[in-house]
C-alpha cells in the first residue's frame, strides 16, 4: 500500500531509469557469417521528471538506439529500464500498453511522419479514437484544443501535409504526440529538417510545452547550440557508451572528457573560452571496437592504461557531473 512518504520518494525519483542497458544486434558479415555489434554499452542514464535531456555524440553513437530501448521499442540485451517506477526492461505488450501512451516520439522529419492521405484532423483524432475511443462532438472538440494548443487556426483541419508547411506539419505532429497526455516526449532532432528561420520557433514553442504540461524530455541532436538552448542536463555518447554526462551549461561550455572537448571545439561560440583541440580520425568500427577506452586511437591524452582498461563512468571534475576518463580520474585533464 503506498503512503504519503512512499508517494514523495516516487516522485522525486527519475522519470526513466537506464541501468547498465546493452543492446547487441546480430549483422551479417560475409555470405555465411554473422556477428554482433554492441549499439549501446552499459548505459546508466536517468531522466528526472520535467526536465529535458539532451543526448548528443556523432552518428552511430548509440543516441537513436537509446531512444527506442526506453519507448520499448526495442528489447534491450541486458540491464533495465524502469518507467515512473515501473521496470519496463520485459514487461509484454499488454503491460506496456498502458504506458505507451505515457511515452511519445516526435520524429525528425514530419513529412514522413504524417500519413500523406490523411488531413491535420484525422491525423491528430486517430490517437483518441484508438485508445480512448473518442467520437462525434468530443473528438472534435478535443482536435480542436489541441490544434489551438500548438498554434494551428482552425482553417488547418482539414488540409493534407502537402498543403501545410514543413513548420505547420511539425505542429501536427506535436499536437498528435500530446494528445494522450504523455508524461515523456522523445524528440529525435525535431528541427534538423525545418528552415532555419522556423527553428527557432518551434523549439521555444517545446520550452513552453514542457513547462506548461511539466513534460520530460529525451532530446536527441546533433546541434549542441541547440541542446544547450533547449536541455536542462547532457549526455555524451562515443560508440555506444555515455562518456560525459552533467549539467548542459556546465558541459557544454567547459568539457572535460576529451571527446566532448573535440566536439566543442566545433561549435567555438559555445564555448567558455580557450581554445579545445578537434579530434583527429574516424569513429571506429562497431564491430570490432578498440580495446580499454574505444576513443583511446584518437585521444592526444592516451596513455598505456587506456588501451587496455576501460574508465567507468564515475564522478568527475565539479562533482555534478559524471565522465568516463582515466586522465579525468588522475587530474590529468
Ligand atoms: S581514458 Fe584515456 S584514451 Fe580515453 S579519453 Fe581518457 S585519456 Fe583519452
Redesign the pocket.
Known sequence: MSTPRSEAVAAMAPLVEMRAVTKRFRVRRGAFHTTEIAAVSEVDLGLPRGTAVGLVGESGCGKSTVARLILRLLDPTAGSIRFDGTDITTLAEAGLRPLRRRMQLIHQNPSAALNPRMTAFASIAEPLVVQEGARGGVLVERVAALMAEVGLPGEFLHRYPHEMSGGQRQRVCIARALALGPSLVVLDEPTSALDVSVQAQILEFLQSLRSGHGLTYLFISHNLAVVRQVCDRVAVMYLGRI?EEGPADAVLSAPL???AQALLAAVPRLRQGGVLPSVAGDPPNPASPPS??A??PR?R???A??RTER?DLVAGGDGERRV?????AEG??
Not at 568516463?324 to 579525468?328: G, L, N, Q, R
Request: overall charge positive; some cysteine.
Open positions: 562518456v572528457h576529451p571527446y580499454g577506452c576513443f583511446h585521444c591524452f592516451a596513455e592504461r587506456c574508465p568516463a576518463c582515466h586522465a579525468v590529468r585533464i
